[in-house]
């Protein structure tokens, strides 16, 4: 089956108690027992839920994996995968990371002492550099949030397993249907399905998947041990968001290579973060493991701080807002906003500048959003100097 169809049919089932083409919402705590120590498969809602599991099995669907885990949130999906490791372990993660990623990594973890090495993992060598004997896990972010790095996960992957370090794969940006990356030798991968899966912006969520049956039944017993399930309502409007993965994602990246190439070609933009453009230092590599480019641009105007905060207030159709992957168009910038936990010099060292934008790109009409974003770039008369260089 190929992935759209399996994004509407798979375990999504018509009810069979009332033939209703949707699953319905079990909200349900808990479940009569037929006996005592007998049910009909549930039994505690943290546990397990009808809508959940269904929700689980969908997700594992679109990875095309064994195993898949839905999470209250994608925090608590990498919260998690961390709960593998002891005290003396080692991660060596990708340097441009998700700021909260990188919140747990050095405020959570850190003190009960795990340690972390945060390497470019786009050159293989940084990675091989980094390993270690106490060295458990690979941590990538591919495409990296906000610069949009793309990391080799296939060769990253293959080193990692060479010295028995488990690889995780942080899709996010990607999603299941522009990358799979259990099929190119990793060995979980993370979502937060807030972001394109959910895709609507109205739930917070997030998943796992495996092809690994012990390390899931190990996640799936710290699942119920910590407790940090999605309600049915969230699993069922996740549901409802993987119904419409495929069509959104292919008008989100058609709408975000517009944009990329107004950007890049546009006098005011000084710099433009996107891996469908030919001058991206990742570029081949993106082409080569990611059906398209997704629909995240980061991109530098030409200006001070000021005037990138007049430009935010002058669009009209992308919304100031934390997240991404929405159908609505939305604008960050990274370092008052989603990356504030990352301490300045760290992100000046890994390429965010202060006045860095990132716009999610939504999927209202392409023409529409170009308009928005001339007529805002329009309005910028004076062009002073380039904030800080990044290297
Ligand atoms: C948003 C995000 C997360 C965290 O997910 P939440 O659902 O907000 O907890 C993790 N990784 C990436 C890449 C994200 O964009």
New binding site residues.
């Given amino acids: 089956m190929k992935f759209s169809t399996k994004a509407i049919h798979f375990g999504q089932n018509n009810d069979p108690l009332t033939g209703a083409i949707n699953l319905p919402i079990y909200q349900t705590s808990t479940y009569q027992q037929i006996e005592p120590g007998v049910t009909r498969g549930f039994s505690y809602s943290r546990t397990e839920n009808p809508t959940r599991k269904t929700l689980e099995e969908a997700l594992a669907s679109l990875e095309d994996a064994k195993y898949g885990l839905a999470f209250a949130?994608?925090?608590?999906?990498?919260n998690t995968i961390l709960n593998l490791l002891k005290t003396g372990d080692h991660i060596i993660a990708s340097n441009d990371l998700?700021g909260?990623?990188y919140r747990i990594f050095t405020k959570l973890y850190q003190k009960f002492g795990v340690e972390f090495t945060f390497a470019d993992t786009t050159k293989i060598q940084e990675i091989n550099k980094s390993i270690k004997k106490n060295t458990k896990i690979l941590w990538l972010?591919s495409p990296s949030?906000p610069l949009l790095r793309i990391t080799d996960i296939k060769t990253a992957a293959k080193l990692a397993k060479k010295y028995k370090i488990l690889t995780v794969v942080?899709n996010?940006?990607a999603t299941p249907y522009l990358q799979q990356p259990l099929k190119l030798g990793s060995d979980i991968v993370?979502h937060?399905?807030?972001?394109y899966i959910a895709g609507h912006g109205d739930v917070?969520?997030?998943g796992l998947v495996t092809n690994d049956q012990k390390l899931y039944d190990e996640l799936r017993f710290f699942q119920n041990a910590v407790g940090a399930i999605p309600g049915p309502i969230d699993c069922y409007l996740t549901l409802r968001g993987i119904k419409t993965l495929a069509l959104r994602v292919e008008k989100h990246c058609e709408n975000a290579k517009a944009i990329a190439d107004f950007l890049s070609s546009h006098s005011k933009i000084s710099k433009v973060y996107y891996p469908g453009l030919a001058n991206h230092p990742n570029h081949d590599i993106a082409r080569k493991q990611q059906k398209d480019f997704g629909a995240i641009i980061s991109f530098e105007i030409k200006t001070d701080l000021k005037e990138t905060k007049k430009f935010i207030k002058n669009l009209k159709l992308f919304t100031l807002a934390e997240?991404?992957?929405a159908v609505k168009s939305l604008l960050s910038n990274p370092a008052t906003m989603t990356h504030a936990s990352v301490p300045r010099e760290v992100r000046l060292q890994s390429g965010i500048s202060d006045s860095l934008l990132r716009i999610s790109v939504g999927i209202e009409d392409k023409e529409d959003l170009l308009n928005d974003l001339k007529q805002a770039l329009d309005k910028l008369e004076v062009i002073t100097c380039k904030t800080e260089t990044v290297k």
């Fill in positions: 949130s994608g925090l608590s999906a990498i998700y909260g990623s972010e949030n942080d996010t940006f993370i937060s399905t807030t972001k917070i969520g997030g997240s991404l992957g």
